[in-house]
């Protein structure tokens, strides 16, 4: 199984600064035929389900802010909130789907300093 | 707007069977792959299994392998999960999501549902 790694587990921004969640896969998780990064990114609130921000690595969900970036490639990846709003404190996972089962990292908590 | 709506859930002993459905609407709930995705309590995600558009293909997590069934009635737009022998370690929150992509496994859900809870214990 490929195995996610997070970190770091929880982070404390101020609003207006920015936040960086890191992803760091076992194996590689782009697939070389199509050149994509099968890495996805959620935002889980409190006591809702998960939310899809981020697919293919760096392409946003329709709909969601561009504050919210994907960024890197093969093992090692990042989440960036560029200016962080209120809203914006949740739970953050990554997730491969390069192959089953798919797996999830640990979570980030993401708090307001 | 797409709507995934999991049923139930609720107290089961360890070694008993439960049965959980998504009731699925807004969307052409044939075109899509659908995935179980589970919770524990105060955890993180764990994928389930999965099942193909059409039906022909199932997947599953090692943890359940064996013991959960995923399938699906297109003609009554529903997502089922027979879970047997369940586990103390089953708890959690059931998540039914939708696959992005139309006619294919896609591996990211674009869609959940708000879930529901299975407590196994005695």
């Not at chain 1, 996610?4 to 921004?13: H, I």
């Not at chain 1, 921000?53 to 093969?74: M, Q």
């Not at chain 2, 807004?26 to 193909?52: C, K, N």
Request: with cysteine; net charge neutral.
């Amino acid at each position: 199984d490929i195995v996610m790694t997070q970190s770091p587990d929880s982070l404390t921004v101020s609003l207006g600064e920015r936040a960086t969640i890191n992803c760091k896969s076992s194996q590689s998780v782009l697939y070389s035929s199509n050149n994509k990064n099968y890495l996805g990114w959620y935002q889980q609130k409190a006591g809702q389900p998960p939310k899809l921000l981020i697919y293919w690595a760096s392409t946003r969900e329709s709909g969601v802010p561009d504050r919210f970036s994907g960024s890197g490639s093969g093992t090692d990846f990042t989440l960036t909130i560029s200016s962080l709003q209120a809203e914006d404190v949740a739970v953050y996972y990554c997730q491969q789907y390069y192959t089953t089962p798919y797996t999830f990292g640990q979570g980030t908590k993401l708090e307001i300093k | 707007q797409v709507q995934l709506v999991e049923s139930g859930g609720g107290v089961v002993q360890p070694g008993r069977s439960l049965r959980l459905s998504c009731a699925a609407s807004r969307f052409t709930f044939s075109s899509f792959a659908v995935h179980w995705v589970r919770q524990a309590p105060g955890e993180g995600l764990e994928w389930v299994a999965l099942i193909s558009y059409d039906g022909d293909n199932e997947y599953y997590a090692d943890s359940v392998k064996g013991r959960f069934t995923i399938s699906r009635d297109n003609s009554k737009n529903t997502l089922y999960l027979q879970m047997n022998s369940l586990r103390t370690e089953d708890t959690a929150v059931y998540y039914c999501a939708r696959g992005r992509n139309k006619y294919e496994i896609s591996g990211y859900f674009d869609h959940w549902g708000q879930g529901t809870l299975v407590t196994v214990s005695s």
